[in-house]
């Protein structure tokens, strides 16, 4: 709560000074080497465990984090669902040779990654597999299963799956606004500035790994957006060059790409960060949910994959009543009903906030689900000219 | 014209045909002689192709000699030969080392039918009515006009080499040439050879198959076996140096006793009081016994048994069939044993498994019978595994390769039954067989192998079973088939499912063994790929990895129960 009254003590000065100038480098330069060796040594170790363990004619085993929404907890001073700390154990044997022997080969390729400053791409290490005779995988969704366990197993020491070299196939969201990021070209390493306003219709693309990148902005906020189709809206208009903002385009919920580059302007910036998507369950308890805090299934990576202060901006089950929208809503799906439930039920976010917990039950009492656009009822550019300025007026307002 | 004539032809014909007097046709009735008979009749014995008429020579031949052998004590030695001589024409001969035939019996023995030491006593034995031999020899000389010839030396007597006709008018043989020798190449035995129209094939029910299944049923036995196209004989080795015991003789049992054999018995008895006769032509029946079945009979315990005969054996009949008399005597009785059952199948038969169980002598109208099963199961070097003492399993090599034919058929086929009687193989008619009918009605899911309704059970299996009886009832005189006797058929069952229940426990086991086999090939599969990771990471040598390997692979498999 307190980093929340710096921001906004901090929003006010900059609104004052207007257009004030904030410059950060890459997260990777300081630590860049040492998680390098951090990840390297890691390898080793799990391997030399492996080793001595089978020396000494003991079943060798790893152990890594469970990953299911049971085992998190949330805790709202530190901002993201962490780890409980149940472990599974992986022992050597007739049922788990096989993953087992993939897991070494895998933490192989990454060495060989890491060292070679290389990556792949999930789907070309299941590719890679290919060439391991009967050890290899029949499906990418076994390889990306095996892949989430070696993450989870290096994340006590902060190893993600990108520092061990193992990218998305999908790249992150789109990005327009007052910001310069700075990127370097892979082969020579001379510096490459992206002017995020200067994108005409366009927009910056995330890339799958945003650790190297630098930043420079005048901007004084971050608007994280459900749809493409509201993102064309608001860029078209230039919308960011009026409410002096950065717009991210998130569709859907957000890649790791994404959440991590949100959370660097976020963090490194100084920069509020408020969402805007759908109102209705999807919308709040997975997109909102897992820019926010992470989610259950990557517990293990939310630490760094994660914007803890980010806010709800909208739309919210009261902005139906308030925006006149009752007659541009739709009925809440069977689907929808239950995820909203569970969330109530089961998800330690939403348990933590009793604003949330009423905001939940208004929407499921309402019955109603309203879509960001729904706003074009009162007018295409209703949502620049009338909603957007009237919420940012109230932002201490915003739902956690 | 000509249809004119035909018509006038066949009505005298029709005529001739239609009306005989009572004159003419006793000019036509006159007795049949038995071999007549059979002559007309030679499919009742077993003669009704080629292919099987050279293996019912062969069958009777060698039953005799096993016989004869026995009841002399000496362990069989039997030489049987197949001589293609024209494409349909076979020379057949069967050699032993029996005490051999007092020159005076010879030609009664190979040429007469219905001539033995067999039909009228009641011991177990493979021959019952004497008809085989000598049917063999009639069907050689009808289908080839050579009759039989037989040498045959007792241990003291000369060497007699025999030829002879069958008059099959007269039931008689006629020999036409009968040489002396001083000596011959065993100091006792006695070689039969006959040709016949045969045809030779090699399968199932061939001559090959029924070799093998004797050699079975008969460790005991060394055979020697040469057949078409053969260079060597084939020998089915002794695998048990003892005779089997004689059996004693017994007198029938009064259950066993039909009317009309009752009355002849009555007829021909030396006794003169009936409840002596009861006493002394039956066993079992002791003064207490005799006095009760009088009494339910309503006849004097002194009346004439041959006025019986004519008047009152109905009675005597029914009465006998009402009162209590305790089961025969089972010493008449030899069955194969357990253990020659196991070697005679381990000999044989090379599987993964063997369950032989033998059932207490039981009684069927009167004749006490004995039944006894051996199942042989799973192919070695097939399937096969075997757990060694450190826990570790690897395929079962095959102990040795058997040279003759298979038993064991494969593992989708359904199982083979060999079915014996008084240790002769039964080769055919096995689905009108009690044998067979008592397999297919055995619930054999419940010992591991899959059956479908009525069916025989699917597997690489072998079941033999055996019935010893003084009196083994065949459903026709070509001993075929068993009569499927309800007494018979329950022993059976009882002794096929104590063996299933063996073979089911192994199954069990062997089923539990291969999923732990088929988990185990998990690690021979990914345990290297294992070793290759370690390898990349840490650098080590092939040595070492090999190594690791191997250190891997024994923690995790003798870690492992089973």
């Known amino acids: 709560m307190a980093a929340k009254k710096k921001v906004t003590k901090k929003k006010a000065t900059v609104r004052k000074k207007k257009a004030q100038k904030r410059v950060v480098g890459p997260t990777e330069k300081k630590g860049k080497k040492n998680l390098k060796a951090v990840a390297l040594s890691s390898i080793e170790e799990v391997a030399k465990d492996v080793y001595q363990d089978a020396r000494k004619g003991r079943l060798p085993n790893m152990t890594m984090p469970q990953r299911n929404l049971a085992n998190v907890t949330y805790d709202p001073k530190l901002g993201y669902f962490e780890l409980k700390g149940n472990m599974k154990t992986r022992t050597l044997d007739v049922n788990s040779v096989k993953t087992f022997a993939q897991t070494l080969r895998l933490m192989s390729l990454a060495q060989d990654m890491v060292g070679d400053d290389d990556f792949a791409t999930k789907r070309e290490a299941y590719y890679v597999s290919k060439n391991w005779g009967e050890a290899k995988f029949n499906e990418q969704r076994e390889s990306d299963t095996v892949l989430d366990d070696i993450e989870g197993m290096f994340s006590v020491k902060d190893i993600t799956r990108e520092i061990l070299r193992f990218v998305p196939e999908e790249h992150g969201g789109s990005v327009v606004g007052a910001l310069t990021v700075i990127d370097r070209d892979p082969e020579t390493g001379e510096a490459i500035r992206s002017d995020c306003s200067a994108m005409g219709s366009g927009a910056y693309t995330i890339p799958s790994a945003v650790d190297h990148l630098g930043f420079e902005t005048t901007a004084e906020f971050v608007l994280a957006i459900e749809t493409g189709g509201m993102f064309q809206r608001l860029n078209h208009h230039r919308y960011w060059r009026t409410a002096n903002c950065i717009l991210i385009e998130m569709g859907g919920v957000p890649t790791r790409a994404t959440r991590r580059f949100v959370r660097r302007l976020a963090e490194g910036l100084k920069l509020p960060v408020y969402a805007f998507v759908d109102c209705d369950p999807y919308g709040i308890c997975n997109i909102y949910r897992t820019l926010k805090v992470g989610s259950g299934q990557a517990a293990h990576v939310n630490k760094t994959f994660c914007v803890p202060t980010a806010k709800y901006l909208g739309v919210t089950p009261q902005d139906i009543l308030d925006f006149g929208l009752e007659d541009a809503t739709h009925p809440l799906q069977p689907v929808d009903i239950k995820r909203a439930k569970d969330a109530l039920k089961n998800d330690p976010f939403f348990q933590s906030y009793p604003k949330w917990k009423s905001a939940l039950k208004q929407m499921l009492k309402m019955g109603v689900r309203a879509e960001q656009q729904a706003f074009a009822k009162w007018g295409l550019n209703f949502v620049i000219e009338e909603y957007l300025p009237a919420k940012l007026k109230q932002a201490k307002k915003f739902l956690p | ?562």
Not at chain 2, 129 to 148: D, N, W
């Open chain 2, 1 to 562: 014209m000509a249809d004119i004539r035909k018509t006038a032809w066949r009505q005298a014909i029709v005529a001739k045909k239609a009306h005989r007097t009572a004159e003419q046709m006793a000019q036509s009735q006159r007795e049949i002689s038995v071999s007549e008979f059979f002559a007309k009749n030679r499919h009742l014995l077993g003669f009704d192709n080629p292919r099987k008429a050279l293996l019912t020579t062969i069958k009777e031949a060698v039953d005799n000699s096993l016989d004869a052998c026995e009841e002399g004590g000496i362990l069989p030695e039997i030489l049987v030969e197949i001589e293609q001589l024209e494409e349909d024409r076979f020379r057949v001969a069967i050699e032993d080392n029996d005490p051999g035939i007092v020159k005076a019996q010879i030609p009664n023995i190979f040429g007469k039918l219905l001539y033995g030491s067999k039909f009228h006593s009641r011991r177990q034995s493979r021959g019952q009515q004497g008809i085989g031999i000598s049917a063999a020899g009639l069907y050689g000389q009808m289908t080839v006009g050579k009759g039989p010839r037989i040498w045959s030396k007792t241990k003291r007597g000369k060497m007699h080499a025999f030829e002879m006709q069958m008059d099959l008018t007269k039931n008689k043989a006629l020999i036409t040439k009968d040489e002396e020798h001083a000596s011959w190449h065993r100091k006792h035995g006695t070689r039969f050879e006959i040709d016949i129209e045969a045809s030779y094939q090699r399968g199932l029910r061939s001559v090959d198959d029924y070799i093998k299944q004797t050699a079975v049923a008969n460790p005991h036995a060394e055979i020697r076996y040469r057949a078409p196209g053969m260079e060597e004989p084939r020998v089915y080795e002794r695998a048990i140096k003892a005779v089997p015991d004689l059996p004693d003789e017994i007198k029938p049992h009064p259950y066993g006793v039909e009317l009309g054999e009752l009355m002849k018995m009555l007829r021909n008895t030396n006794s003169r009081w009936l409840s002596g006769f009861l006493q002394e032509e039956f066993c079992r029946v002791g003064p207490k016994v005799a006095k009760e079945i009088i009494k339910a009979a309503k006849l004097g315990e002194r009346s004439y048994p041959s006025r019986i005969a004519r008047d009152e054996a109905n009675n005597l009949f029914r009465a006998i069939q009402n009162t209590k008399i305790s089961s025969p005597p089972t010493n008449c009785l030899s069955p194969i044993g357990e253990d020659r059952i196991r070697e005679g199948l381990m000999k044989e038969c090379d599987a993964d498994f063997y369950a032989v169980s033998t059932r207490p002598p039981s009684v069927y109208r009167g004749n006490p019978f004995q039944i006894e099963v051996g199942i042989a199961w799973g192919k070695p070097g097939v399937d096969q595994l075997e757990v060694d003492e450190k826990g570790r399993i690897a395929k079962k090599k095959k102990k040795r390769t058997i040279d003759t034919e298979d038993l064991l058929g494969n593992a989708d086929e359904p199982v083979r039954v060999l079915r014996f009687a008084n240790r002769v193989p039964l080769l055919f008619q096995q689905s009108g067989c009690g044998f067979t009918k008592a397999v297919t009605q055995t619930s054999w899911k419940n010992y591991g192998l899959s059956q479908s309704k009525g069916a025989l059970p699917i597997g690489s299996a072998v079941i033999l079973i055996h019935m010893a009886s003084v009196w083994v009832p065949f459903t026709s005189e070509a001993k075929e088939a068993i009569a499927p006797y309800p007494e018979i058929l329950k022993e059976v069952k009882l002794a096929l499912q104590e063996a299933g229940r063996k073979l089911g426990s192994h199954i069990r086991k062997g089923k539990k063994v291969a999923s732990e086999f088929q988990k185990r090939s998990y690690i021979e599969k990914y345990l290297p790929h294992v070793g290759i990771g370690l390898q990349e990471i840490l650098g080590i040598s092939n040595e070492e990895r090999e190594e690791i390997v191997e250190t891997l692979r024994d923690t995790m498999e003798t870690t492992r129960k089973i």
